[in-house]
């Protein structure tokens, strides 16, 4: 009746902020100074905590919206909703594919520039908290070197950030990094 005999909690989604800031995270670009002004909503190039947007009727972030930001004129409640809309966010929107892109250059700096599995474990591990299983890594590697080959871009690092940052939207998108366990 409380869940006092449950061995876990219920499964929930992120709240939109925990999102935003996850990503920033990541990236390795969220400013965590605490205080201060409000960021104007429309902001999409603050790296501060989400916590610091300004909430109104009238305006709202695009992203912190798609994942059911907290209602100014339902006493700041949040519905909780799973809509295409949100992992359309996820994988088209300009903010998530920057964080992206950051991440697979960091991730590719770090420790698995030339090897594509290395690079996929880590992956999985920073944004999924979980290694991958034998059958995720084959498929995944020929799925990147598919990617590589239909790619336009004539540079093979190109092409490779590319297809990296693709792995890396597509693994935020992934049920896992959304979801509170």
Not at 97 to 110: F, Y
Not at 160 to 168: D, T
Request: glycine share 4%; net charge negative; charged share 25%.
């Amino acid at each position: 009746r409380d869940n006092q005999y449950y061995w876990r909690m219920n499964s929930t989604r992120m709240e939109s902020q925990v999102v935003r800031d996850s990503l920033l995270s990541l990236a390795e670009e969220l400013d965590g100074q605490m205080g201060g002004p409000t960021i104007p909503a429309a902001d999409q190039k603050s790296r501060r905590r989400s916590l610091y947007f300004f909430h109104s009727h009238n305006e709202h972030n695009p992203l912190l919206s798609a994942f059911d930001d907290a209602n100014v004129l339902d006493c700041y409640r949040r519905g909780e909703s799973i809509v295409p809309q949100q992992a359309l966010a996820l994988e088209n929107s300009v903010f998530a594919m920057e964080m992206a892109d950051r991440l697979a250059t960091r991730m590719q700096t770090a420790n698995a520039n030339s090897d594509q599995r290395a690079f996929i474990r880590l992956a999985f591990v920073a944004i999924l908290a979980d290694e991958p299983t034998p059958e995720e890594l084959d498929w995944i590697e020929r799925m990147m070197e598919r990617m590589e080959q239909a790619s336009s871009l004539n540079d093979p690092a190109q092409r490779m950030q590319q297809v990296r940052s693709g792995l890396i939207r597509g693994l935020i998108n992934h049920n896992d990094f959304i979801t509170v366990r």
